[in-house]
């Protein structure tokens, strides 16, 4: 983490995300998979529309809980961030989401287990998820 450093300065991660539910949700069928999406970012200073916006959207389209689940994985320090990401995961459906797609990880979660192991269970939980929680 301390050796590895994102090239450029575009901090706008919410319109990339929602370009991608997007074409999820226009190719999206009966037979369609659950969506996993995992984002990696520090969270700071996001230049584009609010991610809070996007993930209330995006749960408007959605027919059913962990039909797209996105997986909020911090890397710095960031405070500010730590609460939005927190924020997210814990108070989406009080803000208007019809359902709960965020999922947040700590950036101290990251250091202890790693990136991979974080991504990984982030998957196995998905699909061990009882259908009867993806139907709420």
Do not use: H, W
Not at 11 to 31: G, S
Not at 91 to 105: D, E, H, P, T, V
């Amino acid at each position: 983490f301390e050796t590895i450093k994102p090239q450029g300065n575009r901090k706008d991660i919410a319109t990339p995300l929602r370009a991608v539910l997007d074409d999820y949700f226009a190719r999206r069928n009966e037979k369609s998979k659950p969506c996993l999406l995992i984002l990696i970012t520090d969270g700071v200073q996001n230049t584009g529309p609010p991610l809070q916006e996007v993930l209330i959207e995006a749960s408007r389209k959605m027919k059913r809980q962990g039909e797209v689940v996105v997986v909020l994985l911090q890397v710095g320090d960031s405070i500010l961030a730590e609460e939005l990401f927190d924020d997210l995961d814990r108070n989406l459906r009080a803000k208007g989401a019809s359902y709960n797609l965020a999922q947040y990880k700590p950036f101290a979660e990251l250091r202890n287990r790693g990136v991979l192991y974080e991504m990984l269970s982030s998957i196995k939980e998905i699909r061990q998820a009882p259908q009867s929680a993806k139907a709420k």
